[in-house]
Structures are given as structure tokens and as C-alpha cells.
């Protein structure tokens, strides 16, 4: 027997074994709903906590790339200061947090696939209780004992494989969630220790950023006292009080004057 | 004809498309037998692209069973066979 026959007779046999019968026909309709609707809820929480564990590696996938840009910068810097081993050393951080981004992001993927899935289960399992609870009332309503049972058989193998499919997406989706889980755990524990973002986190002592701290304030004094001298030289004094920096003050100058001329010249017109 | 792709749900298929899909049938059922994992993936996929391609979306609020069911797209082929077990994966 061909595959797809193999399959279809035995998840039509579990699923039909899986319906519960009882006494009176109608009861059996009731409770299959109540089944449903629970269904319908643990969905609905399958998709919660599909989307739960998307957005928390979607924050980690933001922490790290902001740390990989923290290693970018640290890189520039130090090589803007003829620091070449500072300089590998942030890239050869940036590129180990490289690939745990990649990785994240195929995780991410997968979760976001998963998500879409669990939703449309749930649509179609929505849109199937919604005719089951209509066509539970038609025949509790006309109800013969003669072609009750029938027309009950139709309408709970119907939802019954639509029950066995929705059960084994939330079956999948929490196994696939668990595995991520237990990866974003071990991911947010090393943030947490420091060991994936100690490398670019200022002020915390790595040593890229206390060298590159020591050398930006030694050159920050330098730029200050410049800056200090050339204030000191003969200005303007009004050019001096409009405006906080000596490299600001020459540059605005000549705007400061065409924008006063273009002024009266407006005043004139 | 119904077909349902676990995870996707149901697609009317025409009859005259069942030639072509009980080829790709075959050869996924062979694969699964040799356990050649590349062969697997790639019936499995061929098999649901022609049902997704000869079919059309049956109501999702009909209650009308498939005729065939066939395993999710990606499942692997440890869960077909497990599958094809009584006691396999479907939840009972």
C-alpha cells in the first residue's frame, strides 16, 4: 500500500479512537465540543508562547548586535590611535558574536515560521468548531434516534482529524520551542555573566575599552587645552558668547555675517 | 478528492492529478525504505509542492475527512516512520 494510504488509515484510526462515545449521542456531541473549544485554548497559548520565545531572541539578537557595533567602534577608534592589536582584538570579539547573531536569527526564523503555523491551525480549528457547534445544534434540534448516530459519525470524524492535525502542530511547535529555549537560556546567562558584551560594555573594565579610554583622555586634554588656546587669541566678543567651541566660532563666522547682510537686505526690501 | 498536508490542512485535488502524485508517492516511500535522508527531503517536498499546485484549498469550516494525509512539511524521515507505527507520533 501506497505510502500516503499507510498514513491517512492510521491517523484516521488514532483520531477516530480518540473520540470519546457516550450513552446518549447527543451527549457524545457536547463533550466533543467542550474538547474542541480546550483545544482551541491550548492554541491559542501554543501561539503565545511561540511568540513569547521570538521576541525574547529578537532581544537578544538586538544585544548583541549592539555590542558587535560597540567592537565595531572600539575598532575604528583604536586604529585611528595606530593601535592595530586593539583594533584585531575588538574584530576578532565582534566576529565570534558574529556568528552567535546568525544563529539567532535562524532561530528566529524557524519561530517566526512556527508562529505563522500554530495561527493558521488555529484559524481553520476556529472556522471547524464554529460549523461543529452549528451542526451539533441542527441535529440535537431534529434529533431521531434512527439517523442521529450517522449524521454524528460525519461530523466528529471531520473535526476529529482536524483535532489530531491542530494536536500534533502544538506537539511539534512546543518541541522545536523547548530546544530554542534551552539555547536562549544558555545565550542569556552569558550576557548576564558579562562574557558575550564585557568586551564593549564602557566602564566596566575590559581592557580595549580602559586603553582606549586612557588614550581618549589623554587626547581629550590635548584637544581641550588647543581649544583653550585658541580661545584665548583676540575674538570677537559676541562671537563668543553665541557660540560654545573655538573650531564652531571660525567656522560660523562668515554664515553669521552673510546671515546679518541677507537680514538687512530684507529689511530693505 | 481531499487531501490534507498535516500542519497546512485540506486541498481538493482533482483526479486526474493522482497519477502524477502517486509517482512522487513511490519514490518517497522507496526513500523512506533506504533511509536515504536527501532523497527523503527532496520526495517529501515534491510530494506537497504538487498537492499545494494540483489542489485548491478546501472550506476550513467544512467537516469533511480527507481521503489522504499525508506528513508535515518538515517532517523528518525518523517521524514518517514513526508515523507508520500505531503507537508513532500522532497524538492519540
Same mark, same amino acid.
Do not use: C, W
Given at each position: ?24 449521542p ?30 525574547? +531572541?529578537? $532581544?537578544q539578537?538586538?544585544?548583541? &548586535?549592539?555590542?558587535? *557595533?560597540?567592537? @565595531? =567602534?572600539? %575598532? ?19 566576529s ?57 459519525n ?11 492535525? +491542530?494536536? $500534533?502542530?502544538?506537539?511539534?511547535? &512546543?518541541?522545536?520551542? *523547548?530546544?530554542? @529555549? =534551552?539555547? %536562549? ?19 566596566q ?32 566678543p ?8 573655538a573650531?564652531?566660532?571660525l ?13 538687512s ?5 | ?21 502517486n ?70
Amino acid at each position: 500500500m501506497s505510502l500516503m494510504k499507510r498514513i491517512s488509515l492510521i491517523f484516521r484510526s488514532k483520531a477516530n479512537k480518540a473520540l470519546d462515545r457516550a450513552e446518549d449521542p447527543r451527549e457524545t456531541l457536547d463533550y466533543s465540543y467542550q474538547r474542541q473549544l480546550d483545544l482551541l485554548s491550548k492554541v491559542r497559548r501554543g501561539v503565545a508562547d511561540v511568540a513569547t520565545s521570538r521576541k525574547r +531572541v529578537e $532581544l537578544q539578537v538586538t544585544q548583541l &548586535e549592539q555590542s558587535a *557595533a560597540k567592537l @565595531q =567602534a572600539q %575598532a575604528e577608534k583604536s586604529l585611528q590611535m595606530n593601535r592595530e592589536d586593539l583594533a584585531r582584538e575588538a574584530l576578532t570579539r565582534k566576529s565570534a558574536l558574529a556568528s552567535q547573531i546568525t544563529d539567532l536569527k535562524t532561530q528566529h526564523a524557524q519561530l517566526l515560521g512556527e508562529e505563522e503555523k500554530l495561527t493558521l491551525a488555529q484559524q481553520r480549528l476556529q472556522a471547524k468548531v464554529e460549523s461543529f457547534r452549528t451542526r451539533k445544534e441542527t441535529i440535537k434540534a431534529t434529533y431521531t434516534a434512527a439517523e442521529a448516530q450517522t449524521r454524528i459519525n460525519e461530523a466528529m470524524s471531520g473535526i476529529g482529524e482536524e483535532m489530531g492535525d +491542530v494536536g $500534533l502542530a502544538i506537539q511539534r511547535a &512546543e518541541d522545536k520551542t *523547548a530546544q530554542m @529555549q =534551552a539555547r %536562549a537560556g544558555a545565550i542569556d546567562e552569558l550576557i548576564a555573566s558579562g562574557a558575550l558584551d564585557d568586551a564593549s560594555a564602557i566602564n566596566q573594565g575590559d581592557d580595549i575599552t580602559r586603553e582606549l579610554e586612557a588614550m581618549s583622555s589623554q587626547a581629550d586634554v590635548e584637544a581641550e587645552l588647543a581649544r583653550l588656546k585658541g580661545i584665548s587669541a583676540p575674538q570677537a566678543p559676541e562671537a563668543i558668547e553665541a557660540a560654545p567651541d573655538a573650531g564652531e566660532i571660525l567656522a560660523d563666522e562668515p554664515e553669521k555675517q552673510e546671515s546679518v547682510s541677507d537680514a538687512s537686505k530684507d529689511g530693505q526690501a | 478528492m481531499i487531501i490534507r498536508i498535516l500542519g497546512e490542512g485540506q486541498y481538493d485535488v482533482a483526479d486526474h492529478a493522482l497519477d502524477r502524485l502517486n509517482e512522487l508517492d513511490a519514490t518517497l516511500e522507496a526513500a523512506v525504505e533506504a533511509s536515504d535522508d536527501a532523497a527523503f527531503s527532496t520526495a517529501l517536498a515534491s510530494l506537497l509542492d504538487g498537492v499545494r499546485t494540483a489542489g485548491v484549498a478546501h472550506p476550513a469550516d467544512s467537516l469533511d475527512e480527507s481521503d489522504l494525509i499525508l506528513p508535515p512539511s518538515d517532517a523528518t524521515i525518523d517521524e514518517v516512520r514513526q508515523m507508520l507505527n500505531e503507537d508513532g507520533l500522532i497524538p492519540g
